[in-house]
């Protein structure tokens, strides 16, 4: 019973959402519903609390979303990577954002050795930037120090991952302005920081990964 009455409340909450959209914009599902054309390529972690279109304030139809733990672009994850196709290739988004926020729970696991069964398999692609950037984080004095900061890399390395893919450097091979950016989002005051990440060009990334 209890569950039902929660989920009433959802739908109820849709009713009064598609009201206030129609309200201001009476045509805005008519257009919407022909086609989509978002310029953004939104991949953000899965945290209820960081809902991509909410927090940068626009509403549906603007941006293209991708969410998993901890947002994580790992290179043969056919899910990650048949989003980011669509997006490039058909949307032709102009930009790409990955977007981590502080207070992870996937990065505060990662850093840890408790077992989480199966999301272990996921979280140790964060254990491995961990290790990249061992020396500098286990420098950090406290905990929440070093998850931010693990935050902040796991997002670097994410981007490069990102500008790594076969589907990136053919886009920008064949003229297509794209960049690709690490922000962060703070859950404790919902702002966002831009992390000055911003590749743009073959020539920014790493020469071990260009594809000539
Ligand atoms: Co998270």
Redesign the pocket.
Known sequence: MNDDHQLKNLFEGNKRWAEKVKTADPDFFLKLSRQQSPNYLWIG???SR?PANEIVGVLPGEIFVHRN??NIVVHTDLNALSVIHYAVDILKVNHIIVCG?YG????KAALGNKDFGLLDNWLRHIKDVYRLYQNEIDNCTNDAEKENMLCEFNIMEQVANVCHTSIIQNAWKAGHSLTIHGWIYNIEDGILKDLKLATSNINEISYTHRIN
Do not use: E, K, L
């Open positions: 972690c899965s945290d960081v733990v901890a926020h992870c729970g996937g990065i």
